[in-house]
């Protein structure tokens, strides 16, 4: 027997934040300066990715040379070797504290499906610096990103966002990932 659903033709539920807060950003950016020891004077960058064409991480080194000696750059992922410290696999305890402690996060993505890392780093106040690419811009109407297009930009838009904390939107929160998910759930299952 067919029956019909009253549902759209497709529905997007994106990715809520799912590691946990636990660090203020002075906290964070005291244990980071510590572990690593990075100098009080120098912006903290973060990066979260694995090394694949699409990311463009050689890219984070040539914006990190243009920004001098007052930034340290951290990379997290597998085969991500371009920071100043290059991290690869981690804890969800040490990735919160990355995200809590920096000053900004970068991304140099040319493609994403969804990128997660800029949900989690809103969810820990980190401002995120990414390329000007479609899936940026749909993000970009729920959380705060300072897009940019070349190396120059980047800079200009690391300066500007470094200043500033961000929160993250409700929409990204997991009570609302999980109560789409149970609605579409119970149009299909249940009636």
Known sequence: MKRKLDLPPYKVIYHGNYLPVRYTHEEASKKLR?????????????????AQPRKDL???RRIKEKLGDDYFLITVGKDNVYGDKSIGTITDDSLSMLYAGS??????????????????AA???????VTDI??????????KLFPYDGDEEAVERIKEAQEV????????RV?????????????????
Do not use: C, M
């Not at 970068?106 to 989690?120: H, N, R």
């Not at 789409?180 to 149009?187: A, D, I, L, T």
């Open 58 to 60: 050689p890219r984070l």
């Open 134 to 143: 479609p899936i940026h811009w749909e993000l970009g109407k729920q959380l």
């Open 103 to 120: 000053d900004v996060y970068l991304s140099t993505s040319l493609e994403e499906g969804f990128e997660l890392p800029l949900v989690e």
């Open 175 to 191: 009570e609302r990932v999980l109560k789409e998910h149970e609605e579409v759930f119970r149009k299909v299952f249940v009636n």
């Open 165 to 172: 904390r961000v929160t993250l939107p409700d929409y990204f």
């Open 123 to 129: 969810a820990h106040g980190l401002p995120a610096v």
């Open 34 to 50: 510590e572990l690593y020891g990075i100098p009080e004077n120098k912006r903290i960058i973060l990066n979260v990715a694995n």
